[in-house]
């Protein structure tokens, strides 16, 4: 099985593949390797050309989107993805903070606005074929070689000075992807077609896939499991991807392309389960972001189906574990180079190769003041958008997660460290358990447990209506059978619906922020 | 499909909205009524709903305009829009 390093190598692959790489619309449209690869390589050069750096692109499911982000991390060009469903406020406000030079986004209206928000410049793009299957592999050399060129054309002699190492000339372009933020404000992650086309590459050492298979695409590409998982790792390897329409076929879509894997979030999976939309032809459903309830994974393996659950960061480029045994559903064996730990404390930490480059700080920039001597003095290669990358202080990184390994050394995941409350006196409280039994007493869902002044108080959202009146009889029932410390002590209304991220996971330190 | 009158929409959006979030049952919803996430209606139900409603009305609204619908009169003017 091959291994890739860079977007170029596969683009290199696909050019002589006739095999169908995308398919997509009403009409089930598609696009061979082959074209895709041409289109890419077109696509690359107008952005090599146009002398862009660096561009925002909002993510969708259309075959331009694609073509448009491997053309712009093959001509050097880094690019921040944004799902085009990302709420306005969110939306325009990482825009600005993200500062690209271009925006590009499918939907006109879309473009106009964020190019007036952030001033920056719209890019229109329609992807063009001109293919000469034969020709496609020299012609892909010779322009490869042409545009090296281009780019010292491009840049003025202070650039050329900054990019005048062989490394950052073929360097292809970073990707920025923006965390989900469940513990803390969303985070930008750099990470390089390197490190996502390793844990593609530790997806196929797991979980192989290949021509054949017709893996749906349903997941917003700005999010980093779908972007390797229900694209990067299946056209790496010569799978199809369906192209989801929207979300008006969202329960047609399945039976429509007739997907043979099918990489879902839980709540999205429950959704198709729960209107019987998930079809016949469907052999694998990878699992991902959060983990899958055991009811669910064998009414998937009743129906027929392989069920895989992966365990993954945006930081590690999505890829550190994938369940491998149908038996034991929830063993999540590491991927190759994966070395996994658990800390002392319980935390998993992990060293992977496919490790992201750093976070980007946005609160420093040196693009005002490129010629200055903080500028010179740094490679270029350490900062996306002007800004410095932070990079990662040691090769491991502690995830947040809490876990166990078996003495088969697979992981087993038993919760979040943030949802873990540290009392002054070293007591632990898990605020899942907490959660689970409040629910079921008070009969509400949207509640938590936070820290304050030291000590467990209930929150309580506002999306199902008022506090009972009999709260405190409810609460004194919660604590009699617990010691003092672990009591909660009050309860606390947020006045709106608890903030979670779009898997449902509850962002306790935005309510902290809010109430403590 | 023959044009429907804005009550016919309401009437068939707000059965949608039912089937979907059964919590709703017996909730009065008319035009101000906030019907997107902001009220008891989570992600997925939202999604469930978006579906429902432009399978049954044949249309397509952009996800960028359906991010922007608060209300049961915007989305029932969204419709309208939409179907032309």
Not at chain 1, 10 to 20: E, M, R
Not at chain 1, 262 to 289: E, F, N, T, W, Y
Not at chain 2, 2 to 26: F, M, Q
Request: charged content about 25%; overall charge negative; some cysteine.
């Amino acid at each position: 099985m091959q291994m890739y390093h860079l977007f170029k190598n596969i683009h290199k692959v696909w050019s002589a593949d006739s095999g169908t790489a995308i398919i997509y619309g009403d009409d089930s449209k598609a696009i061979s390797y082959a074209e895709l690869s041409d289109m890419i390589r077109s696509a690359a050069s107008e952005i090599r050309q146009s002398g862009i750096r660096n561009e925002l692109i909002v993510t969708d499911h259309e075959p331009a989107t694609i073509i448009r982000i491997f053309a712009c991390v093959i001509s050097g060009c880094d690019v921040t993805l944004i799902d085009e469903n990302t709420p306005d406020e969110t939306l325009f406000a990482l825009a600005r903070m993200a500062g690209a030079e271009s925006v590009y986004a499918s939907d006109p209206d879309l473009l106009e606005e964020l190019c007036e928000e952030c001033g920056c410049a719209p890019q229109t793009f329609e992807p063009t074929c001109n293919m000469k299957l034969t020709d496609s592999a020299a012609e892909l050399h010779a322009d490869e070689e042409s545009s090296q060129c281009s780019v010292t054309d491009h840049q003025t002699d202070e650039e050329s000075r900054r990019y005048s190492s062989g490394a950052v000339e073929n360097r292809e372009g970073r990707l920025i992807f923006f965390t989900s933020g469940t513990t803390d404000s969303s985070k930008a992650v750099v990470l390089t077609s390197e490190s996502l086309l390793c844990s593609s590459y530790s997806g196929q050492s797991m979980l192989p896939c290949g021509p054949g298979d017709i893996i749906l695409s349903l997941l917003p590409f700005s999010h980093v499991f779908g972007f390797v998982c229900t694209m990067l790792w299946g056209l790496t390897y010569g799978a199809t991807i369906a192209l989801g329409r929207g979300t008006r076929y969202l329960l047609s879509d399945c039976e429509f392309f007739k997907p043979t894997i099918l990489p879902v979030v839980p709540s999205l999976l429950r959704m198709l389960m729960q209107q019987h939309a998930l079809p016949d032809s469907l052999k694998v459903v990878l699992i991902g972001a959060a983990p899958l309830d055991s009811v669910s994974v064998k009414a998937l393996q009743k129906m027929g189906m392989k069920v895989y659950l992966g365990y993954g960061l945006t930081e590690t480029s999505s890829g550190i574990a994938i369940t491998q045994d149908q038996k034991d559903p929830f063993a999540l064996y590491p991927c190759p180079g994966a070395d996994i730990r658990i800390e002392p404390d319980g935390e998993i930490s992990v060293a992977t190769p496919c490790m992201m480059q750093g976070y980007l700080d946005f609160s420093e920039t040196v693009r005002e003041d490129a010629g200055s001597d903080k500028a010179e003095n740094n490679d270029n290669s350490a900062y996306v958008l002007g800004h410095p990358i932070i990079p990662v202080q040691s090769e491991r990184l502690y995830t947040g997660d809490l876990g166990s390994l078996d003495a088969q050394g697979a992981l087993h995941l038993t919760g979040r460290k943030k949802d873990m409350l540290v009392l002054p006196d070293g007591t632990k409280v898990f605020c899942p358990e907490y959660e689970e039994e409040l629910s079921e007493l008070i009969g509400l869902s949207d509640l938590t447990v936070i820290l304050k002044e030291n000590r467990p108080f209930l929150v309580i959202g506002e999306s199902e209506g008022s506090i009972p009146e009999n709260i405190d009889n409810l609460l004194a029932r919660f604590n009699e059978k617990r010691a003092m410390g672990l009591r909660i002590c009050g309860v606390l209304s947020y006045g709106e619906p608890l903030p979670r991220t779009a898997t449902g996971k509850i962002r306790r330190w935005e309510i902290e922020r809010h109430l403590v | 499909m023959a044009k429907l009158s804005r009550d016919e929409i309401k009437e068939r959006t707000l059965k949608i909205i039912y089937n979907c979030v059964p919590e709703l049952n017996g909730v009065p919803l008319d035009e101000d009524s906030v019907v997107n996430t902001d009220m008891a209606m989570d992600s997925m139900n939202f999604i469930l709903v978006i579906c429902k409603i432009e399978a049954e009305f044949d249309v397509k609204i952009p996800n960028r305009k359906w991010n922007r619908l608060k209300t049961l009169g915007q989305l029932i003017d969204a419709i309208e829009k939409y179907s032309k």
